[in-house]
């Protein structure tokens, strides 16, 4: 009798469009977060070999504006994003090709693997791109990219195109010539503010975005290889570092943050889970990570994932350095207040690996 009516209020809130909190378990309030983002690895050289076949097949005309390959994760049902908040491609630049001029509302970088005779102009600041350099794309500058050399230029890019898609917050526009007007000097921004730790006198402005559009390897390198030598390192990521905006001190990005770390070799790190996820490519080196209990063994060029909440430590095999660049939505987490960070204890902070990607 009861039954009957419980049944027929149910019936009437679905026909008027209503959802009671008791019949959804826990699906819209987990215990914890369950990403549908997997932990997955992608292969550089099958990466290389795809990206250079379009290279020869797909030209770069309006509408298409860049030949980016977007890491598809397996998790998230055939969307071009590699966790529910981060996009990250692989883009490859013909030489002598241009990449025309846009500007869109995602905020952007790239982390150069070869570039030489390859420039980004970023709202008229035109700068060379050597391989390890990270250039950044605050939301709305326009830019576009191009190549001196005959030289094919590759890079990795990372967006906020899925946060922003979600939050419905997306402007996108070209601009009336395929490539800017540039009235400055080669390399500009970086002359201006590369030294990182001084800035020009005159200029009392704290801006949102760091002032410098390029920071470049050679001055990144000495960072990590410095911190080494401090004596100090971190027990989840080794000697690990965040790109900076210099004058504020915040990640590079509002939305996420860049890292660049070296895992010294036979060094075998803590694991640890938190709330944000993270893509790694691996700059450098070789080695393992154990993600949610599945080992990944990654080598030179290899991008992975690892969806927010789940355990991982990594481990560099070899006697060479490990040198992992990654991007991580950390900033969005801490703006919203829902960052969380969970040491694992058991096994000395190592996870029972279960299987092998
Ligand atoms: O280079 O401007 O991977 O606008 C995705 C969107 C790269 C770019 C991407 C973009 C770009
Ligand atoms: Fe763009």
Same mark, same amino acid.
């Given at each position: 009798? =009861? ?110 693997? %070869? ?19 990270? !250039? ?20 990795? %890019? ?9 939050? =419905? ?15 400055? !000097? ?39 290889? %410095? ?47 938190? !709330? ?51 991007? =991580? ?29």
């Amino acid at each position: 009798m =009861n039954d009957n009516k419980i049944d027929e209020l149910l019936q009437n809130f679905k026909e008027a469009n209503l959802k009671p909190l008791w019949t959804l378990e826990h699906d819209v309030m987990p215990f914890s977060p369950k990403p549908n983002a997997i932990p997955w690895l992608w292969k550089w050289n099958k990466l290389y070999e795809l990206a250079e076949d379009a290279g020869e097949l797909i030209t770069l005309e309006k509408g298409g504006d860049r030949r980016a390959i977007a890491l598809a994760n397996p998790g998230l049902g055939g969307m071009p994003f590699a966790t529910e908040t981060l996009w990250t491609a692989v883009q490859w630049l013909n030489g002598k090709e241009v990449a025309p001029a846009h500007r869109h509302t995602s905020q952007a970088i790239r982390f150069i693997v %070869d570039g030489a005779g390859s420039y980004s102009t970023v709202e008229g600041d035109r700068v060379y791109l050597e391989r390890g350099d990270l !250039v950044l794309n605050p939301p709305m500058l326009w830019h576009d990219h191009g190549s001196d050399s005959d030289e094919r230029a590759i890079w990795i %890019d990372g967006l906020d195109i899925p946060l922003t898609k979600y939050l =419905n917050a997306n402007f996108f526009e070209h601009l009336h010539q395929d490539v800017q007007e540039v009235d400055t !000097v080669k390399n500009y921004s970086i002359l201006k503010y590369g030294a990182g730790t001084m800035k020009p006198a005159w200029e009392r402005q704290k801006p949102m975005y760091p002032p410098i559009s390029t920071f470049k390897w050679a001055k990144t390198e000495q960072a990590l290889m %410095d911190l080494a030598k401090s004596g100090d390192a971190c027990p989840h990521d080794d000697i690990a570092l965040e790109y900076i905006n210099p004058i504020t001190g915040s990640s590079v990005m509002k939305t996420f943050s860049c890292w660049i770390q070296m895992i010294r070799p036979n060094v075998h790190t803590q694991a640890h889970r938190e !709330v944000c996820s993270t893509v790694y490519f691996v700059f450098e080196g070789s080695g393992y990570s154990v993600i949610d209990g599945i080992r990944f063994d990654w080598q030179q060029g290899d991008l992975f994932v690892v969806p927010n909440w789940k355990l991982h430590e990594h481990v560099n095999t070899s006697e060479e350095r490990a040198i992992l660049f990654s991007l =991580n939505d950390r900033p969005t987490m801490e703006a919203l207040d829902k960052y969380r960070e969970e040491k694992y204890q058991e096994n000395g902070g190592h996870q029972e690996i279960k299987s092998v990607f």
